[in-house]
C-alpha cells in the first residue's frame, strides 16, 4: 500500500477510560474482527487481563478502513492505563504520528491524562482530543470539553465526542484519524525498523513487533541489530489482525511483526533497530531509556525443592517481560530465592500470579523494599535493594533514598485532605494549579469547591509504593487520580527495623525505614504478626528491634487444643481428608526456627494501617 | 506383591461390625450436618423395605461373615417404629452370624423414651442404649436447637433403666457458644449422679454449611473459645476419673469393661460395614459410601429382590456393583499404616510395636522413626514398654500428631 495512506496512531488515557473498549468499537467498524469473534476489549486476551478487567501488556492491531477516498491502512496500538506499565505509553509513541486521547467524559482529567499529554506533546504528535462514555447520564461532555481546551490548549472543533460503548462517534474518529495524522515519512532503503516490543515465541523464537520506518523486509534476509550487533535469519514477517498472521513483506511506515530468528531476547532489546546486514543503515533511530526496577522483593518457592524450577520459570518469563530483572539471593528464614525488580507492585502481582499459575509454583513473596544509596565509612557506594543487605551501622556514612515527582489530581475541596496525607509521608509540596472546567474566567479567583486541581509534590517512593493509593483513594471518595515519575535520590535518616520471631531475627521481614516511623510501625508490625502467624506448640515472643533496642513485643500464646472430637459412623475418610488439609497447609508455611510461619506474614508490611 | 493383590482382590472377612443409618430425625439441629432429615417421615415403610434388602444383599455377597457389634446411628434411630428395628435386626440375623453375645447399641433421643416403645427395645435384642443428653442445662440446649429440657433428659434415663437396660452411655457437649465452666461442671455433676456405664463428650465443632456456623458468622452467636473448650477438657478428664471412668478414647470414657465394642472396631481400624444412606464400610482394601439421598437409596433397592451369589473376593468392581454404592477408594498399604496410626493413637491403649509390625510385616520405627523422634521431642508421644501413647498434653492435641503421618 502507499506509504500515504498508511495511518499509524496510538490509544492514551488515564486507566479505565475506556482505550480498549475504543479499540474494540473500531475493530468492529473496520471488520477487522468478525462479529462472531467479538468480545469486550478483545485484544485484552491475557488470563490475568481479562480477570482484572485492565490492559497489562500495550498490543497492536493493522485495520484495512474504507475511506471516502479510498482504502487506508490504520495501525493502532493499544496502551495499558496503569502506572506501572507508563514506559510503554513512550514505546508506542515512538511507533506512531498521532495519538488518541481518551477522556472519561464522566471524571475529566487525570492525573495520567496530563502525564500521557505531555510525553505526547513531547513526541510532537498530532493528538485527537476524544471525550468518552458519552452515554452515560452523569457524563459533563461541555465542560469536560472546556478543561481539555483550556489545559492543552486544544480548540473547541478539534474535540470529537463518543461512546466506545455504543459506537456513538466512532466512525467520525475514524475519519479525523485519517484527515489529521500524517502519514508516515519514509525512504525506501536501507531499512531501519524500531523495536517497540517482543515476545518470545516456543516456535518461532523471539518476534520483534517493530515499526519500519525506512526500507522494507521479508522472510529469507538476514538481519542485524544496531545496537547489540546480533544477526539473525528472518523466518517470518507480518501484521497484528490481531492475531499474528504473515505476509510476504513489511514496508516503510507499517507496523508488524518479525520472527528473528534469534534465541535470546537480550539480543534483541526493545527500542533497538533492526536493519539489514547486506545493506546495513548507517544511524540508529532514537531508542528508549533501559527500564529500571523500582521495587524489588525476594520470592522464593515455599517448598526448596522447587528452586530449580523457579529459575526456570523467570528464565522463561523474562522472555517475554523484559522489565523484570532477578538474581539469585538467600535468606537464613526462606532459604534459596531470588531477589527481583519490578516496576511497581501490580507488575510484582502479575509476576508472581503468572509464576503461580502458568508454571505451577509455589512461592513465598517478601516484603518489597525500594532500592537505596549507601555510602560507607571507606567513601564507596553500595546500593542496597534489599533490608537483609544493609552493611552495619557503624560503617554507614550517609543513606539516599529514591524519590518521585508525583502528581495528584482531586476536587478542590480535597485539598487539606491529599495534603495531610502525603505530609503524613514525609512528601513535600511543590506547586498547585486549578483545572478550569465549565467556572468562567471571573469566577477562577474564588474557585467553587467543584473545581479540580492538579497538585505536585516530592515523595519517597518507599512511601507512596505500599498503600498510598488506596489510601488516597478511600479518603477522597475515589475521585483522586494520581502519577508519578522517578526523580532521583535523596539523603535521609533511615533505620534498619528487625523482627524477631522467637528471639531469632528473621531477615525476610526486616524493612528499611525513617527512624521517627521506627517506634508506630514497628509496634503496628508486631501486632500484626501476633494475628498472622498460628498459634504454635509453644508460646512464641515477638519483637521489634533497631538494632540492639526492643522497641515493640507482642506474644503468641500456645495452641491448646487442636483435635477432632467425633468420628462419625465410621467416616474416616473425612477424617483423614480434614488431616491432609492442615498437613497441606503446614506445608506451605516457611520453619524458622521451631515456628511455622504462613506465607502471608512476609507481607505483613503491605497490610498495615498506617 | 501389593499390586498382585489388588487385582486378584481380598480375602472375605470373617468378621465385621455392623453399622445401620437411620436417617430420620423429628427436627434438625442447627449445628448438625449429618446424612439426616426432618419431615420424611412418609419414606419410613419404603425406608425399612430398602435397608431390609440391602443388608440381606451384603449378607448373601459376604457369605454370612460373623458380627458381634451392631450399631443404630443416625439421624434418629429411637424416632422410627419398633418393628423397623425389629425387621433390621430379623435381616441382620439372617444376613449374618450375628453372635449370642453381641453388642446391640441404639442412638437415641431422650424424647423418644417415655411409653412402651422403650419398653420393647430390650426383647428386640438391643442391649446398649446411646442417649444424646448433650447438657443438662436448659438455656444451652435451647441454643442446640434440642427438643427436650435437661428435665426430660433425666427422667428418660431413669426410664431406660426401669425397661432394663444395663448398659447406658451418655453424650454431652462442650465449647458451646456462651457455656461457661459452671455450666460445664454442673451438667457433668449430674450426670455422674446418674451412673451411666459409658461418657462420650463432644466438643462442638462449627461445620461448614450449618445455620450455626452461619450465625457464628454473622455474629448472632458468640463464637467458642476454643482455650475455654481445653480448659473444659481437662476439667472433664479430672471429674470423670474421679468417678472411676477410664478414658479409653479421646472422647470416651467408661467404666471397666464398658468401653463401646462397635467403636472399638473403628479405632483398630478393622473391618466393618455400613448399610443405609450415606453410610460408609471398610472392607478388605476399600473404603466405600452409599449415596446421601434417602429417596434415591429407596429406589436403587426398591426393584432389586434377589440375594446375590456369595463373590469369591473382594474386589472394587464387586462393590461398586452394589447399586447404592457411591464412591470406592482404594486404601493401599502406605495410607492403611498413616489410618491406622491416626485412629489407633486415639485409644489410650496405644499403639502396640508388635501390633504394628504384625499387621504391616515392617516395624514401626522403620515408617514413622523420623516423626515418632519429632513428636516425643515436642512431648506430646510417648513410647512405655513397647507401646506409643498419646501424651496427657498430646490428647488436646492430637490433630498435631496425627497429621504428620499424612
Ligand atoms: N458506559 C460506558 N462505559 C464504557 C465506555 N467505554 C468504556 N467503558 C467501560 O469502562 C471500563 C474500562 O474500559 P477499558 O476499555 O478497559 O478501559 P482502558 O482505558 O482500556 O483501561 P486500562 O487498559 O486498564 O487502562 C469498562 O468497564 C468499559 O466497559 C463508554 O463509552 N460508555
Ligand atoms: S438429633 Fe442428632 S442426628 Fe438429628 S439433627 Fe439433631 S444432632 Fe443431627
Ligand atoms: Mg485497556
Do not use: I, R, W
Given at each position: 500500500m502507499d506509504i500515504d495512506r498508511i495511518r499509524n496512531f496510538c490509544i492514551i488515557a488515564h486507566i479505565d477510560h475506556g482505550k480498549s473498549t475504543l479499540a474494540d468499537r473500531m475493530l468492529e467498524l473496520t471488520g477487522t474482527v468478525s462479529a462472531r469473534d467479538m468480545?469486550?476489549?478483545?485484544?485484552?486476551?491475557?488470563d490475568l487481563e481479562r480477570e482484572r478487567g485492565i490492559t497489562i501488556k500495550g498490543k497492536a492491531v493493522k485495520m484495512n478502513y474504507h475511506g471516502e477516498d479510498g482504502d487506508y491502512q490504520l495501525n493502532l496500538i493499544d496502551t495499558p492505563g496503569h502506572v506501572d506499565f507508563g514506559y510503554e505509553v513512550s514505546r508506542a509513541l515512538a511507533a506512531c504520528e498521532g495519538a488518541i486521547l481518551v477522556v472519561d467524559a464522566t471524571q475529566g482529567i487525570q492525573a495520567q491524562t496530563l502525564a500521557n499529554v505531555y510525553l505526547a506533546m513531547e513526541h510532537d504528535m498530532t493528538i485527537i482530543p476524544v471525550l468518552n462514555k458519552i452515554d452515560l447520564a452523569v457524563a459533563q461532555p461541555q465542560r469536560v470539553s472546556q478543561e481539555v481546551q483550556m489545559a492543552f490548549g486544544f480548540k473547541e472543533d478539534e474535540i470529537l465526542f463518543v461512546s466506545a460503548k455504543d459506537g456513538t462517534g466512532v466512525s467520525q474518529l475514524l475519519k479525523a484519524i485519517v484527515e489529521r495524522v500524517p502519514p508516515p515519512k519514509g525512504v525506501s532503503n536501507p531499512l531501519r525498523a524500531l523495536v517497540f516490543d517482543s515476545a518470545y515465541d516456543p516456535y518461532k523464537g523471539v518476534v520483534a513487533y517493530v515499526r519500519l520506518f525506512d526500507g522494507s523486509i521479508g522472510k529469507g534476509s538476514q538481519l542485524l541489530m544496531m545496537s547489540t550487533g546480533s544477526n539473525g535469519d528472518i523466518l517470518e514477517v507480518g501484521n497484528f489482525l490481531p492475531k499474528l498472521t504473515p505476509v510476504e513483506r513489511l514496508y516503510a511506515g507499517e507496523v508488524g511483526y518479525v520472527a528473528?530468528?534469534?534465541?535470546?531476547v537480550r539480543e534483541c532489546r526493545v527500542g533497538d533497530t533492526i536493519t539489514l546486514t547486506e545493506q546495513p543503515a548507517s544511524e540508529a533511530l532514537p531508542g528508549y531509556e533501559p527500564l529500571k526496577s523500582m521495587v524489588f522483593a525476594g520470592l522464593y518457592p515455599a517448598d526448596g525443592d522447587d528452586y530449580l524450577s523457579l529459575r526456570t520459570a523467570l528464565e522463561k518469563l523474562q522472555l517475554n517481560d523484559a522489565a523484570l530483572g532477578y538474581e539469585p539471593e538467600t535468606s537464613a528464614a526462606l532459604g534459596f530465592g531470588f531477589r527481583c525488580g519490578f516496576l511497581g507492585l501490580l507488575h510484582m502481582e502479575i509476576v508472581q500470579e503468572r509464576l503461580e499459575r502458568e508454571y505451577g509454583l509455589n512461592l513465598l513473596i517478601t516484603a518489597p523494599s525500594v532500592a537505596y544509596q549507601v555510602l560507607m565509612d571507606d567513601g564507596t557506594e553500595v546500593v542496597v535493594d534489599?533490608?537483609?543487605?544493609?552493611?552495619?551501622t557503624q560503617r554507614i556514612t550517609e543513606m539516599r533514598e529514591p524519590l518521585l515527582a508525583l502528581s495528584i489530581v482531586a476536587p478542590a475541596r480535597f485539598i487539606g485532605t491529599v495534603m495531610e496525607l502525603v505530609t503524613a509521608r514525609r512528601g513535600e509540596f511543590r506547586r498547585m494549579e486549578y483545572l478550569q472546567g465549565a467556572v468562567s474566567q471571573e469566577e477562577q479567583g474564588n474557585a467553587s469547591s467543584d473545581a479540580r486541581v492538579l497538585m505536585e509534590y516530592r515523595a519517597p517512593l518507599s512511601e507512596v509504593l505500599m498503600d498510598f493509593y488506596d489510601q488516597l483513594k478511600s479518603r477522597t471518595q475515589g475521585y483522586a487520580s494520581m502519577d508519578y515519575s522517578f526523580q532521583g535520590y535523596q539523603s535521609a535518616p533511615l533505620v534498619k527495623l528487625d523482627l524477631l520471631v522467637n528471639n531469632q531475627p528473621v531477615d525476610a521481614l526486616s524493612l528499611i525505614l525513617h527512624r521517627d516511623k521506627a517506634q508506630q510501625q514497628g509496634k503496628a508490625l508486631v501486632e500484626k504478626l501476633r494475628t498472622l502467624i498460628p498459634r504454635q506448640l509453644f508460646e512464641v515472643p515477638l519483637q521489634a528491634a533497631v538494632g540492639s533496642r526492643i522497641i515493640a513485643r507482642e506474644t503468641i500464646r500456645a495452641l491448646r487444643k487442636n483435635v477432632l472430637a467425633k468420628c462419625y459412623g465410621g467416616d474416616i475418610t473425612r477424617k483423614r481428608k480434614l488431616l491432609e488439609k492442615q498437613a497441606e497447609g503446614k506445608k506451605r508455611m516457611k520453619r524458622v526456627g521451631n515456628v511455622e510461619i504462613p506465607q502471608e506474614a512476609f507481607l505483613a508490611l503491605l497490610k498495615l494501617e498506617r | 506383591m501389593d499390586s498382585e493383590n489388588n487385582k486378584e482382590g481380598s480375602a472375605l472377612p470373617a468378621q465385621i461390625a455392623l453399622y445401620i443409618h437411620i436417617p430420620f430425625c423429628q427436627t434438625k439441629c442447627p449445628y448438625c450436618d449429618f446424612n439426616t432429615y426432618a419431615g420424611i417421615e412418609p419414606l419410613i415403610p419404603s425406608y425399612t423395605k430398602a435397608l431390609t434388602t440391602e443388608i440381606l444383599h451384603w449378607g448373601a455377597l459376604l457369605g454370612r461373615p460373623r458380627v458381634s457389634t451392631i450399631f443404630f446411628g443416625g439421624g434418629t434411630p429411637s424416632y422410627v417404629p419398633g418393628q423397623s428395628i425389629a425387621a433390621f435386626l430379623d435381616a441382620a440375623r439372617r444376613a449374618f452370624q450375628v453372635t449370642s453375645d453381641a453388642e446391640v447399641t441404639m442412638e437415641a433421643n431422650?424424647?423418644?423414651?417415655?411409653?412402651?416403645g422403650v419398653a420393647s427395645l430390650p426383647g428386640l435384642g438391643i442391649n446398649r442404649l446411646s442417649i444424646g443428653v448433650q447438657s443438662l442445662d436448659d438455656s444451652l440446649l435451647k441454643v442446640l436447637g434440642r427438643r427436650h429440657s435437661s428435665q426430660e433428659a433425666v427422667e428418660a434415663y431413669g426410664a431406660v433403666r426401669r425397661a432394663g437396660f444395663a448398659n447406658v452411655s451418655l453424650d454431652l457437649m462442650y465449647g458451646l457458644p456462651n457455656q461457661s465452666m459452671e455450666q460445664w461442671r454442673d451438667s457433668l455433676e449430674r450426670v455422674l449422679s446418674l451412673l451411666p456405664e459409658h461418657l462420650s463428650l463432644y466438643c462442638l465443632t462449627l461445620e461448614e454449611g450449618t445455620p450455626m456456623q452461619q450465625q457464628v458468622r454473622l455474629g448472632e452467636t458468640s463464637e467458642p473459645d476454643p482455650d475455654l473448650a481445653a480448659d473444659m477438657y481437662l476439667m472433664a478428664e479430672d471429674l470423670l476419673g474421679q468417678a472411676g471412668y477410664g478414658h479409653y478414647e479421646i472422647s470416651n470414657w467408661a467404666k471397666p469393661g464398658r468401653e463401646s465394642l462397635h467403636n472399638l472396631t473403628y479405632w483398630h481400624n478393622q473391618p466393618y460395614l455400613g448399610v443405609g444412606p450415606g453410610a460408609h464400610s471398610y472392607l478388605g482394601k476399600w473404603r466405600f459410601n452409599n449415596i446421601n439421598s434417602p429417596r434415591e437409596y429407596i429406589g436403587r433397592f426398591g426393584n432389586f429382590s434377589k440375594a446375590e451369589a456369595t463373590v469369591d473376593a473382594l474386589s472394587s468392581e464387586v462393590i461398586s456393583q452394589v447399586p447404592t454404592v457411591g464412591d470406592v477408594e482404594t486404601i493401599e498399604q502406605p495410607m492403611e499404616m498413616a489410618e491406622t496410626m491416626m485412629l489407633g493413637l486415639r485409644l489410650s491403649e496405644g499403639m502396640s510395636l508388635d501390633g504394628f509390625a504384625s499387621r504391616f510385616g515392617r516395624s514401626l520405627s522403620s515408617v514413622y522413626g523420623e516423626q515418632i523422634r519429632e513428636l516425643t521431642s515436642l512431648k506430646l508421644l510417648e513410647q512405655r514398654d513397647g507401646v506409643l501413647y498419646l501424651t496427657e498434653h498430646g490428647h488436646l492435641l492430637g490433630n498435631e500428631v496425627f497429621l504428620r503421618f499424612f
Open positions: 468480545m469486550e476489549q478483545v485484544m485484552d486476551q491475557m528473528t530468528g534469534l534465541k535470546n534489599s533490608p537483609a543487605k544493609l552493611p552495619p | 431422650p424424647g423418644d423414651l417415655f411409653g412402651e
